[in-house]
């Protein structure tokens, strides 16, 4: 079946604009997850959701970064305000609950 | 805080060798280690091991964990130029089964 799909695939945009990411996961899948990943790391969580909740937030870094999943399937991360240092690539991730996580192609996002 | 530590960070190697990754973790309440390959964005799942499955075969790909010495081996035999890429090592933090928290990743170079 078709895996997570991620939308855009780059994305270049100014310092201050707004962005939104967007996330398809494998069908039948409930949980969904966002990365982000910079240059020479690993990725780092962001948040995770069951469902249409957002069950832990915690790892988004300050109060410009939002998601959502208001029908338990496609999310949107949303950053407001964006700066230099958000250019990283985001991923996506979904699984079935406590079970292995199955990424997307991420998108690139460059803050100018 | 949870952490996980790979090396080496990269690896130059000829089409043909055996390569051998390494990966060691400091986790609360271990859940089980995962590894990925990671080819220009997209990780792709290779093994997750836990306690009750700490060795994992796929073809030229195997995988270790040794929970004593809080660590995991990736193994890969004849190495082909299509297995160059970044292998990332995740694990569970937090006593969660879905937070992961990734290493930096070896990135392996197969030259033919």
């Known amino acids: 079946g078709a895996g997570v799909s991620q939308t855009p695939s780059n994305k270049v945009t100014e310092k201050g604009k707004y962005v939104e990411l967007r996330c398809d996961p494998i069908?039948?899948?409930?949980?969904l997850y966002w990365y982000r990943q910079s240059l020479g790391q690993g990725p780092e969580f962001l948040i995770y959701?069951?469902?249409?909740?957002?069950?832990?937030d915690s790892g988004l870094p300050n109060d410009r970064f939002f998601a959502v999943r208001p029908e338990g399937s496609v999310s949107t991360l949303k950053i407001q305000r964006t700066e230099r240092g958000d250019s990283a690539v985001y991923l996506c991730?979904?699984?079935?609950?406590?079970?292995?996580?199955?990424f997307g192609p991420g998108t690139r996002l460059l803050v100018l | 805080e949870d952490k996980v530590v790979q090396s080496p960070l990269s690896l130059v190697v000829h089409e043909g060798d055996t390569v051998t990754l390494n990966c060691s973790y400091e986790?609360?309440?271990?859940?089980?280690l995962l590894w990925y390959k990671q080819e220009k964005k997209a990780p792709t799942f290779l093994f997750m091991l836990?306690?009750?499955?700490i060795e994992k075969k796929s073809g030229r790909l195997s995988s270790i964990l040794d929970k004593k010495e809080l660590s995991s081996i990736l193994n890969i035999t004849a190495t082909q130029t299509g297995d160059s890429a970044i292998y990332l090592c995740?694990?569970?933090?937090?006593?969660?089964?879905?937070?992961?928290?990734f290493g930096k990743g070896t990135l392996l170079t197969v030259n033919p």
């Open positions: 991730a979904s699984s079935r609950l406590g079970e292995t996580q199955y």
């Open positions: 069908s039948g899948h409930t949980a």
């Open positions: 959701f069951q469902g249409t909740g957002a069950a832990d």
């Open positions: 986790v609360t309440n271990f859940r089980s």
């Open positions: 836990t306690s009750s499955g």
């Open positions: 995740a694990v569970f933090s937090g006593g969660s089964n879905y937070k992961l928290t």
